[in-house]
């Protein structure tokens, strides 16, 4: 019964995964034509009711796209899906790696004592919460604030991709390895490439440490600060000296 309960579980996770590539019109992950055949049939009458959403081109279309999904199993445990906020005009969007405790909650990223630290960041930077988009790689916490695991990730992922085409910022500044990794690729470490810039679809990227960290961490805010420091040149915001 175990084996049986493990194979449903395979199929359902491949069955959101299609979906979800096939929702936002990306290219499909390779799945043998037999399963696939099996797979299309489940999600086919799916993928039609939704067609004239396949590219939300507003953050609300995109919300209301989304619905109270239940495409991977994170929906199981979450209070409330957590979308995102700020403008969407930002020119600087941050992105975390998911929900918290206090952000299931709320229904709201970076409100926890991690969140308050970011704040304060932006507001060193001379922008307000308002004027820049903050958002996360999965949109539903995790049990337990563990790490999302990679079908967890590869099933959201494309709705935060999504987000950013619509707001097309100047800056992405992803906080963490998970959002490095969920924009640049696996093999992205986040002690060896914090601070360098790298590129999302032509957008400039920063990595730097996730707030959370720094709360563990003090020693690591001056490293942060010295990231921060570079998009605000990017950006042509004041930087202070000796901040």
């Given amino acids: 019964m175990k084996a049986e309960e493990e194979i449903r579980n395979i199929f359902g996770q491949l069955k959101n995964l299609l979906l979800a590539e ?3 019109g990306s290219e499909p992950p390779f799945i043998p034509s037999e399963v696939r055949s099996y797979l299309e049939g489940s999600v086919s009458a799916a993928h039609v009711h939704n067609h004239e959403l396949a590219h939300p081109d507003s953050l609300e279309a995109l919300r209301a796209f989304i619905g109270e999904c239940t495409r991977c199993r994170l929906h199981k445990g979450r209070k409330h899906l957590v979308f995102g906020e700020g403008s969407s005009q930002a020119r600087l969007a941050f992105v975390g790696e998911g929900p918290g405790r206090e952000e299931d ?7 926890g004592e991690a969140g308050r630290l970011l704040t304060r960041i932006i507001k ?18 995790p049990p337990g604030n563990r790490d999302p695991e990679t079908d967890e990730i590869e099933t959201c992922i494309p709705f935060l991709k999504q987000q950013l085409t619509i707001i097309r910022p100047e800056v992405v500044c992803t906080l963490g390895r998970v959002a490095g990794q969920g924009l640049l690729g696996a093999n992205f470490r986040i002690t060896l490439e914090r601070g360098n810039w790298h590129s999302h679809e032509n957008i400039p990227l920063m ?13 690591a805010k001056r490293h942060v600060w010295e990231d921060v420091q570079k998009i605000m040149t990017f950006l042509g915001l004041e930087v202070k000296k000796n901040d």
Avoid: S
């Fill in 22 to 24: 096939q929702e936002m």
């Fill in 105 to 111: 909650t709320a229904g709201r990223p970076f409100v």
């Fill in 124 to 141: 060193a930077m001379g922008l307000t919460r308002e004027e820049v988009y903050i958002c996360n790689v999965v949109k539903c916490r």
């Fill in 207 to 219: 990595p730097t440490y996730h707030p959370a960290y720094l709360l563990r961490n003090p020693a």
